[in-house]
C-alpha cells in the first residue's frame, strides 16, 4: 500500500495517522479546519470548549503511541487527578470515600491536549481542504473527492470526521452497502463556563456532582491549566442548564449539593457560558456490512459514546494503537473494522447500559427483589470499599479491573458498609477544599 488518506485531523485522524505513517509511503490527512496557532478551540472541533478529561486507559495508549506527550502535558499546566483518590464525588448512592487505586484522568483544555498531540505526531495536515465523498465502487474505495475537484487516490482511506460523519453516504453514492446505525440518546445537554480559580485554590480536587434518577442534573468543576477551572452542568429531561450568569449559577444551586455552586461564586467567568446538545451515543456498524476494500472509520466516525462518560477521545488513542497492531500483523484485510471497533467496545457497552434507561427510552429489566438489594448494597459498599471501588473506577477508566477475589467480595458485601459520608466530612478529605479564608461555607 502506497498511500493512506485520513478523512479529518482531529485527535482520532491525527493518531491513526501517526500509526499509519509507520506502514504506508505516504500519508494525507484531509481537515476541512484550520488549526490555531496556540492551543485554543477551534470552530470544526464545537466541543473543544467542553470539558475534557483523558482517562487512564487512553493516557496510556497516547503515552505509548507518543512517548513524552503525557509529560508535555504536565509540563503546560495539565492535572493529574486520581479516581477517586483526588475527585470528589457524589454519586446516585452517596459520597465516595477517598481511595487510590490506579485510575485517574488527566485535566486540560480540549485546545492544548490536540495541540501538543498535532505537534509530537508531526503528521502533516491539509488544512482547510473538504472532503466531499469517495471514489471506487462496492468492491474498492479507491480515493476520496475533495474541494477545488480534486481527487486524491489512496490504497486505504480513514474516516476520522467525527460523530456527524457523512461516510455512509459517501459509501452508498459509490454503490457501497447499507451501514446500518444505531442511536440511544438521554437528551442530555451541557453548559459549560471557564473560569479563573480563585489564589490558592487552582489546585483544586475534580468535582463530580451525579445525575439521580429523582434529580436528572449533574456538575462537574475541574482543573485547568493556567489556574482555571472549567465548571460544566448537565441536565436531561427538559432540565437543560441555562445559558445566562444567574441562571446557570441557580441551576449549580439547585444540585444536590452546593459545593459547585459556592466555589463558582468565588471566581472570574473568562468567556460566555456554552451550550452542547449533540451527546446521544452514535453507532454505526460498519463491522457487520460487506464493506468495500480499502475502507475503515474510526474514533468517532464509527463509534461516539455520551461524552458524560468521557471515553471518545481515550477511545480514539485505543484505537490508533489497534489499528497499528492489526497492520502490522494482519493488514488492512476484511478484518480491520471488526478489529478497530472492537477497542471501543466496553464503552459502548457501559454507556448504552446505562442511558438505555434514562428519560424511559427503555423500560428497565424486570430484577427480582433479592437481585435488586444485592444491587443497592453492592452500591452503597462500594462507597466505601477500596477494592469494590477499584472495581468500579478501573472500568471507568477504561483499564483491567484489578484482580478481586472471591472471599473480598463476600467481605465487602456481607460486611457492615463504612457509614455514609455527610457533605461536611466529604470535603473534609481534601485539604485543598478547606482552605484558610477561601472555606467554601
Ligand atoms: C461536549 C463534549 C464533551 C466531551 N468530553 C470528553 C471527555 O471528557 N473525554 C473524552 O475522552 N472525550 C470527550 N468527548 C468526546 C471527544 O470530543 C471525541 O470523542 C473526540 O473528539 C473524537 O475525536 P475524533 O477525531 O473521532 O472526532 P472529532 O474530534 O470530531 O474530529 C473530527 C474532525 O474531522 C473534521 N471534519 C469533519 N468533516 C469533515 C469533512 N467533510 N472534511 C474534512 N474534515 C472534516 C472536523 O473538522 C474535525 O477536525 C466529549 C465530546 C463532547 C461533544
Known sequence: ??????????????????????????????????????????????????????????????????????????????????????????????WFHRFDCAAYFISCTRGLLDHVVRRRAGVRVRQGVQVLGLTGDARRVTGVRVTGAETIEAGLVVDATGRRSQAPRWLAEIGGPPIEETTVSTGLAYATRICQAPPGLDDLP????????????????????????????????????PLDEAGFLAFARSLRDPIVAELLA???????????????????????????????????????????????????ALGALRLDRELRCAGAGPGLQAALVAEAEPSWRMAVARDRHVNGTEPEPQVSEHARKVRARLARARLGSAELAAELFHAQALIPAPPLDGAARFHALAGEPAPPLTSDQARRQYPALTFGATTPR
Do not use: C, K
Not at 29 to 40: T, Y
Not at 278 to 284: E, L
Open 206 to 241: 475534580a468535582i463530580m456532582l451525579h445525575p439521580t434518577p429523582g434529580l436528572p442534573r449533574g456538575a462537574t468543576l475541574l482543573p485547568l491549566e493556567g489556574g482555571r477551572w472549567v465548571a460544566t452542568l448537565t441536565g436531561t429531561q427538559g432540565s437543560a442548564p
Open 266 to 316: 468565588m471566581t472570574a467567568a473568562e468567556g460566555p457560558i456554552r451550550p452542547f446538545r449533540d451527546t446521544a451515543n452514535r453507532r454505526r456498524h460498519y463491522e457487520r456490512a460487506a464493506l468495500p476494500a480499502g475502507f475503515a472509520a474510526i474514533g468517532d466516525a464509527a463509534v461516539a459514546v455520551n461524552p458524560l462518560y468521557s471515553h471518545g477521545m481515550s477511545v480514539a
Open 1 to 94: 500500500m502506497n498511500r493512506a488518506v485520513v478523512l479529518g485531523g482531529g485527535l482520532a485522524g491525527v493518531l491513526a495517522a501517526t500509526v499509519l505513517a509507520r506502514h504506508v509511503d505516504e500519508v494525507v490527512v484531509v481537515e476541512r479546519d484550520h488549526f490555531p496557532a496556540a492551543p485554543g478551540p477551534r470552530r470544526g472541533l464545537p466541543q473543544s470548549h467542553h470539558s475534557h478529561v483523558l482517562v487512564t486507559g487512553g493516557a496510556e495508549a497516547l503515552a505509548t503511541l507518543l512517548p513524552g506527550t503525557l509529560q508535555e502535558l504536565y509540563a503546560h499546566g495539565a492535572h493529574r487527578r486520581g479516581l477517586p483518590g483526588d475527585s470528589l464525588i457524589l454519586s446516585g448512592d452517596g
